[in-house]
């Protein structure tokens, strides 16, 4: 029963990490083509229909002032990490660039990015805080869901399907009985 327990935590831990990289890698998709801002905020939501979750008028606004505050910092950070991109693809186009500088130029818009996934993520969080705790249960369902569609997109004909429990814990047990020998 405790390693059931262990692989629940496990699997919880599991999904949450994997919602919370994927709401900041929805959040910040950032090779930024040459688009409308708006458009590109936009398609950094991630898709997550918020509505679906049956906000009360309170919590619908709240979300709404957490959205706001993410097109905010979006709009505030993609324009210097698309002028600093575009000064470093001149850099590296021109054979006597300096390499500190390109380095230095690289580490910047490094810096923004993780600036950016850090707001990001924190924007998603507090959404999250909004909600009740069956709310919750609902966007990691999403999420999952969105997860899965992610990978899918990124690796088509890839396994992508969780196995049940049951199966996994045969496999193991046969990994038990059959040790494999790494020499």
């Not at 458009?39 to 997550?48: K, L």
């Not at 490094?110 to 998603?124: D, F, K, V």
């Not at 045969?170 to 040790?179: A, E, G, S």
Request: a positive charge.
């Amino acid at each position: 029963m405790k390693s059931s327990s262990h692989g629940v935590k496990s699997a919880a831990n599991g999904l949450m990490s994997a919602a919370l990289s994927l709401a900041a890698g929805c959040a910040l998709e950032v090779s930024f083509p040459p688009e409308s801002m708006a458009q590109e905020a936009q398609s950094t939501s991630c898709n997550v229909d918020w509505t679906k979750l049956n906000l009360t008028p309170i919590q619908s606004s709240q979300i709404q002032n957490l959205e706001q505050q993410w097109y905010k910092d979006f709009n505030e950070l993609s324009p210097q990490i698309r002028d600093e991109q575009s000064k470093l693809q001149k850099l590296l186009s021109d054979h006597n660039a300096d390499p500190i500088q390109v380095m230095a130029l690289q580490q910047s818009i490094a810096r923004r990015r993780e600036q950016l996934s850090n707001a990001a993520m924190q924007n998603y969080l507090n959404k999250r805080k909004v909600l009740d705790e069956k709310q919750q249960k609902q966007l990691e369902e999403m999420m999952r869901v969105l997860i899965i569609s992610r990978k899918q997109q990124m690796n088509p004909g890839a396994q992508t399907e969780v196995m049940p429990d049951k199966i996994q814990n045969l496999m193991r047990r046969v990994r038990d009985i059959f040790p494999v020998d790494t020499k």
